[in-house]
């Protein structure tokens, strides 16, 4: 097979600048992408770092109530969308809606500003395929800390959405375009965010609009740093209550009320099929409480339990470990 042409400096610069505003612009192909080295690709990674840099005009723009609790509460509410959407619907399915919902969903899901749901979903089904292998993309076993926590999404190889393997998802157009337009929701909440500050600060509050927008980006850094705590420390600090998974995915607690309730990992690398991650009363799981309550309302339907034989297991591998212990 031919190697591939060289392309200069600048044409791989401009396309990555490109990409920030439609990240299905790929001309030299995905594949070309995904046989890049493990590398940083730093013209891409211009809005990301800046999100970090911004966050310390909060030295300018000082502090309030009204924008301390905004960015407490955009926390919650888009951790709730990527635990209990994006990875918990798109990524595994493990209930079912309706196709406006889905919609409703996807742009709820893309205020997190952690790309679009049909790349997240792709990407996680990939690492669950080959979790701590080589051809995981985020596995602290095989990389290292720093390159599962924040290297592997600032990478070429990691860039392109592979639509093939998303079937389920890639047939819908809006999701493909929310998906490939990634920034358009962000653009416009950052917007909103900022509006919302001004108009307060005219109405008499305490806040404003620069003061807003960078609570705001803090609250949205935060999350990130949350959510890929999952990637980086998931699989290396914790409890195995399953040794069945082929990996080093284990139970934490902590990681729990960081994410809520995606820290029972182990449990999920077990079974992914089930809508909880808590598999017993006492492990704490919010998500699933709150995907529960929204059942109710026939916006989502057919969550997903745990089979007893994944139960029996687990009494079993107790049993086994109490017995060795003896």
Known sequence: MPTPPVQPPANGFFRSLIRWFDADYIPEGAEALRQTPKQVDWPRSIPFLVMHLVCFAVIWVGASPIAVWTAVGLYFFRMFAITGFLHRYFSHKTFSTSRAFQFVMAVWTALAVQRGALWWAYTHRHHHKH????????????????????????????FPTDYTKIPDLAKYPELVF??????????????????????????????NGPQMLVWGVISTVVLFHGTACINSLAHVFGSKRF??????????????????????????????????????WWEFDPTYYALKVMSWTGLIWGLKGVPDSVYEEAERTKAEAASQRA
Request: without cysteine.
């Open 243 to 280: 040794k069945t998974t082929g990996d080093e995915s284990r139970n934490s607690f902590l990681l729990t009320l960081i994410t809520l309730g995606e820290g029972w990992h182990n449990n999920h690398h077990r079974y992914q099929a089930t809508t909880k991650q808590g598999f017993y």
């Open 178 to 207: 929310l998906n490939r337009f990634d920034i358009l929701i962000p653009l416009l909440a950052a917007g909103a965010t900022y509006g919302a500050g001004a108009w307060l600060g005219a109405a008499g509050y305490d806040t």
């Open 131 to 158: 979790s701590d292998e080589e051809e995981d993309k985020h596995s602290p076993v095989v990389d290292g800390f720093w390159w599962s926590h924040i290297g592997w999404i600032t990478s070429k190889k990691n």
